[in-house]
């Protein structure tokens, strides 16, 4: 039973640990594009039913043959360490991009307050054409305008690309919004909560194990 229980706690470990690092890496965006499409930190401003919304639009442009990633940077502490990029939205995207190249081959799109950055591989079918550069979106801002810059943005870049979004795809988006009920959320990806739901439920695992096989005793007190 002893044994059962060390290797359930090692396990345990272990899965605590398949977090992804945006905890400990300096660039939390880059951590969580690896996996996931959007990158929403907490403290965005940006409300769950408008991040449901936009995660919407993202599928329907993979769909569509556009496969583009956004970063939604609300205040230079979302950078990381990479606090140098603020209010650079062309320049962190660069920089951005390259982290995922090793993983990912499709655009990328940086909404800072103060503007854009896009970001495409150097060569192949998702290289920026000169008609994304051209491209005016709704101008970014605080909170939930940085969400709405980038749902403008995205069907914009896709027409240009030539993979139009399907209008029936926008309007499924749009039901798919859910009624906002925390006033803003975070986004880690579905694998890192999942690993953390894990890592948890062996970690009781094996303080129950670990009880059952050494269980607690009270200390009795000498005779007076």
């Known amino acids: ?55 919407a639009v993202l599928d329907a442009s993979e769909r569509a043959g556009f496969p583009i990633r956004v970063a939604l940077i609300a205040a230079a502490s979302d950078l990381g360490t990479a606090t140098a990029f603020w209010r650079q939205p062309g320049n962190y995207v660069g920089y951005l991009g390259y982290e995922l190249s090793g993983i990912y081959r499709g655009q990328v ?46 069907p914009l870049l896709a027409r240009a690309d030539r993979h139009p979004l399907p209008a029936s795809a926008l309007t499924a988006a749009e039901r798919t919004a859910v009624p906002n009920t925390s006033g803003a959320s975070g986004s880690l990806g579905l694998s890192a909560v ?6 948890v439920l062996l970690v009781a695992v094996a303080w129950t194990l670990s009880l059952r096989a050494r269980p607690l005793r009270q200390r009795r007190r000498p005779a007076a």
Request: aromatic letters at 4%; zero cysteines.
């Open 194 to 199: 999942i690993a953390l739901l894990i890592g």
């Open 1 to 55: 039973m002893k044994r059962l229980a060390v290797i359930t706690a090692i396990l345990a470990s272990v899965a605590l640990i398949a977090v992804p690092t945006a905890f400990a890496d300096g660039d939390p965006a880059s951590d969580v594009l690896v996996e996931s499409s959007l990158f929403n930190p907490i403290g965005s401003g940006v409300s769950l039913s408008t991040q449901t919304r936009l995660e």
């Open 109 to 154: 799109l940086v909404v800072m307050p103060n503007g854009f950055g896009l970001y495409g591989p150097r060569s192949g079918p998702y290289t920026v054409s000169a008609a994304e550069h051209a491209v005016k979106a709704a101008a970014p801002g605080a909170g939930e305008q940085l969400a709405t810059a980038a749902l403008s943005a995205i």
